[in-house]
């Protein structure tokens, strides 16, 4: 079958158009990576350090047993601040909840490729559901070594009667067992703008809808000239991570604000980052910041990311809030629908897409 598949576009209608991703691509055994996978120079991640802290500074890791006290509140709005990102321990997901959703994953992914296929753009039977290789393959220039599904979570009937069987379960069950701890960040990140209830109608603009990925990143033969995910930040109010132990993770920080600090896998933990619509409605007081996986030469990787977003219809800026005290506003009304589709629109670009919405 490889040997078959030399030509660019048998390499393309494989993954793409019948739905084997680069998870079909990584089970033939490929010796070297399709040149559409190639990276340009300036986008790979020099695997050399890879897993290694390559720097005295790291993301923050918050131990959230006691929440209630102030001293929690003020290590992880200072952490958004700072990082855009942290690492959360104790933060009260069931970690068997955690362990059912990886397993769910994997499940799921080692579907038969024509079973996964079903929920493509093309043949799923909602928009809400779609299983994708890559981020945004016709806006690419060089692919991205990952397969994913995406989920946007509209009610709990909706997902069980669309969401694919072999996952659905265990991905209701994590999508409710991790809205306390949703709620309890946006209540303290909130504090700080001097917004000091979150009443129904900020819940919608901060939390009103959620989408959820499974991310696959399969053995890679060459994850030196390639990425699994390029620099890009979330388009999220916030995004809550789940990583397995293998790692992969980095995010641009430290004194400079300019190197990649590398995540380390810590067992139980949730990564939680900013995203544009949380620096948008702080006016830039928290920091959506850029992030990218490296691909791996000898594991297969997942990860799980809850986006918490606003609702596709609401109109999101500075908050009131926010602004109260004369700060300018650096940044103009949007309806989160276009800000989306801009995002999905291009490759990923690093910190561009904040730009739409930019005065
Ligand atoms: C505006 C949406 C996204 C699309 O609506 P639509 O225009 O009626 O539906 P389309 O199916 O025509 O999608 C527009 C484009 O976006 C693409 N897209 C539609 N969902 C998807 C999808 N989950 N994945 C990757 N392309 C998609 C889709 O392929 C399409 O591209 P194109 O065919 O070239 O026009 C709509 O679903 C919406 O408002 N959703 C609610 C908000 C929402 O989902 N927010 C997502 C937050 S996601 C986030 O923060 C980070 C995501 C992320 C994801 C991957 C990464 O590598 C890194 C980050
Ligand atoms: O796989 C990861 O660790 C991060 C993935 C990511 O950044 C995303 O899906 O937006
Ligand atoms: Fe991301």
């Not at 606003?310 to 809030?321: G, Y």
């Amino acid at each position: 079958m490889a040997s078959t598949m030399t030509s660019p576009s048998s390499i393309i209608d494989f993954v793409i158009n019948k739905g084997n991703g680069v998870k079909g691509l990584s089970d033939l055994g490929l010796k070297s990576l399709p040149k559409q996978y190639i990276q340009p120079l300036e986008e790979r991640i020099s695997t050399a350090s890879f897993g290694i802290k390559n720097s005295e500074e790291s993301v923050p890791i918050i131990d959230m047993s006691n929440w209630d006290d102030p001293k929690v509140a003020e290590a992880i709005c200072s952490a958004a601040e700072k990082w855009g990102f942290f690492q959360l321990v104790n933060h009260g997901v069931p970690i068997e909840v955690l362990e059912n959703v990886k397993e769910a994953t994997h499940r799921f992914f080692e579907l038969p490729a024509e079973e996964k296929s079903k929920n493509s753009k093309e043949r799923s039977c909602s928009n809400n559901v779609r299983f994708g290789t890559s981020f945004s393959p016709q806006a690419e220039k060089a692919l991205e070594w990952k397969d994913y599904l995406s989920l946007f979570y509209v009610s709990e009937d909706e997902a069980s009667a669309l969401w694919p069987p072999a996952c659905k379960d265990e991905v209701l069950e994590y999508m409710k067992k991790s809205e306390i701890l949703i709620k309890r960040l946006l209540d303290m990140l909130m504090k700080r703008l001097n917004v000091k209830e979150i009443d129904q109608e900020k819940e919608g603009l901060l939390m009103g809808s959620r989408r959820i990925n499974l991310n696959y990143y399969p053995i890679c033969p060459n994850p030196e000239l390639t990425v699994g995910v390029g620099r890009h930040s979330d388009v999220s109010t916030l995004t809550v991570l789940l990583q397995d132990q293998i790692g992969g993770l980095y995010v641009r920080g430290g004194t400079d604000k300019k190197s990649w600090i590398y995540v380390p896998p810590v067992k139980g933990s949730l990564v939680i980052n900013i995203g544009d619509a949380l620096q948008i409605m702080s006016n830039g007081r928290y920091k959506s910041i850029e992030h990218r996986v490296a691909a791996n030469g000898s594991k297969n990787r997942i990860s799980v990311p809850i986006f918490v977003n606003p609702r596709p219809s609401d109109l999101i800026s500075p908050l009131p809030e926010v602004l109260a005290s004369g700060e300018k506003a650096v940044y103009k009304q949007v309806l989160y629908s276009d800000y989306v589709k801009h995002f999905f629109r291009k490759a990923h670009d690093g910190k561009s897409t904040i730009e739409f919405a930019k005065i």
